[in-house]
T-cell receptor, first 113, second 113 residues
Framework: DQQVKQNSPSLSVQEGRISILNCDYT??????FLWYKKYPAEGPTFLIS?????DKNEDGRFTVFLNKSAKHLSLHIVPSQPGDSAVYFC????????????FGTGTRLTIIP | ETGVTQSPTHLIKTRGQQVTLRCSSQ?????VSWYQQALGQGPQFIFQ???????GRGNFPPRFSGLQFPNYSSELNVNALELDDSALYLC????????????FGPGTRLTVL
């Protein structure tokens, strides 16, 4: 049972444009959500997080939006840069991040110069 | 500040053997979590240690066991290796509180022949 789903295995975006990565979850107990970026042969790198008490969190070029009623979150990257090419994982946790992380299967983002 | 480190980087074992993977947590972090990432999948939670005690376990058989030491470093032991145990094993450390972020090491690539 996949509790966190990333339905797009891959995404290609022109450099300078907006990249939008999507994630859906089914477990109502999740109240803390994170995005990680992963390069080959490296561990996941934390990007940004959001608690269920908020619906938006920004950090530089990265913004995460949370729609609790739809159980959906998205990561916006603006503007997209070649260094953003990586696999992006959405992860969810309960107890405001004090529990295990449940990951999606990832979306491979390719930024086209 | 030293990040999360893991050893070894790569390991090849045969079916039925036993393996020990090691993780040094980030300075100041008292919680270590282990994840298994199979090819094309997101990381799956194995277990978590907080101040040397197991603090949650995922859906993995008892032949997956762990330890956390007083300096908060950790080991993952897998007995009676099976072919399906071939994966990237990731260690993440955190402060263990609400809203705290898990920071990942580079992983150990285990191949079981």
């Amino acid at each position: 049972d996949q509790q966190v789903k990333q339905n797009s295995p891959s995404l290609s975006v022109q450099e300078g444009r907006i990249s939008i990565l999507n994630c859906d979850y089914t477990n109502s107990m999740f109240d803390y959500f994170l995005w990680y970026k992963k390069y080959p042969a490296e561990g996941p790198t934390f990007l940004i997080s959001i608690s269920s008490i908020k619906d938006k969190n920004e950090d530089g070029r990265f913004t995460v939006f949370l729609n609790k009623s739809a159980k959906h979150l998205s990561l916006h990257i603006v503007p997209s840069q070649p260094g953003d090419s990586a696999v992006y994982f959405c992860a969810a946790s309960g107890n405001f991040g004090n529990e295990k992380l449940t990951f999606g299967t990832g979306t491979r983002l390719t930024i086209i110069p | 500040e030293t990040g999360v480190t893991q050893s070894p980087t790569h390991l090849i074992k045969t079916r039925g053997q036993q393996v020990t993977l090691r993780c040094s947590s980030q300075s100041g972090h008292n919680t270590v979590s282990w994840y298994q990432q199979a090819l094309g999948q997101g990381p799956q939670f194995i277990f978590q240690y907080y101040r040397e005690e197991e603090n949650g376990r995922g859906n993995f058989p008892p032949r997956f066991s762990g330890l956390q030491f007083p300096n908060y470093s950790s080991e993952l032991n897998v007995n009676a290796l099976e072919l399906d145990d071939s994966a990237l094993y990731l260690c993440a450390s955190s402060l263990g509180g609400r809203g705290d972020t898990q920071y990942f090491g580079p992983g150990t690539r285990l191949t079981v022949l």
